[in-house]
């Protein structure tokens, strides 16, 4: 597609349930990164892809989270055994190569907005 | 001391003012800078890259002081849809790494 597609775009959970959210970055790019952000506060670095591998998990909260790409496309963050805690929109973004110059723009998806009752 | 420090804000400026504000960073082998806006329950999107000598687009200017490890943005005849948070991003060269600061939010008022 044309840009970042993430699904679903709200989701309502109870406490205790798994959830599955979907990205399908920008055909081509081989960097993907997830990010999850609180009402009114920043990005929270979740986890980096860099094609199938996942480089740097380093930001993942706890062991209920985990992520994966197949393909070297589709990414799905999936959260187990939700807590409260976890509400907050979970962003996806990606880019073409991941490296660090001016050129590579980061370009983001609308966001999957997860709320745990 | 975070890696990016931003003001947080709000600034509320009346619309038609000229408004500036920093983003300073910790990490002097840092190379690559951006600007971010982010609208309010929306993704961020990108402004504008910030080139060391200096870039302008319309009426925003990105500055990029090295000496003190500090990035600008400066936005003239402000508009009402200026409103919305404002974050930078750094990098390290040829590294995944993007360094958020938590962000900056502006309010222009009629």
């Known amino acids: 597609g044309a840009g970042v597609s993430q699904s679903p775009s709200n989701k309502v959970t109870e406490k205790g349930k798994d959830v599955e959210l979907r990205c399908d970055p920008i055909s081509g790019h081989t960097a993907l990164y997830w990010y999850r952000q609180s009402l009114g506060q920043g990005l929270e670095f979740l986890i980096y892809f860099q094609g199938n591998s996942a480089p740097d998990k380093s930001g993942l909260p706890s062991d209920r989270f985990s992520a994966e790409r197949t393909g070297g496309s589709v990414s799905t963050l999936t959260i187990q055994r939700t807590q409260q805690e976890d509400s907050a929109v979970y962003l996806c973004?990606?880019?073409?190569?991941?490296?660090?110059?001016?050129?590579?723009?980061?370009?983001f998806g609308e966001g999957s907005w997860l709320t745990v009752v | 001391r975070k890696e990016v420090e931003q003001d947080p804000g709000p600034f509320n400026v009346p619309e038609g003012a000229t408004v500036a504000f920093n983003c300073t960073y910790s990490?002097?082998?840092?190379?690559?800078f951006f600007w971010y806006r982010q609208d309010c329950r929306k993704e961020p999107k990108l402004l504008m890259s910030?080139?060391?000598?200096?870039n302008e687009d319309g009426r925003f200017t990105a500055q990029l002081n090295r000496a003190s490890q500090y990035i600008s943005l400066l936005i003239r005849d402000s508009k009402l849809s200026d409103s919305a948070t404002y974050l930078c991003?750094?990098?390290?060269?040829?590294?995944?790494?993007?360094?958020w600061g938590a962000g900056t939010k502006l309010i222009i008022k009629p």
């Open positions: 973004a990606s880019s073409s190569t991941g490296g660090g110059w001016a050129g590579n723009t980061i370009y």
């Open positions: 991003v750094v990098t390290t060269d040829s590294n995944y790494q993007l360094i």
């Open positions: 990490n002097s082998a840092s190379q690559s």
């Open positions: 910030v080139y060391s000598s200096g």
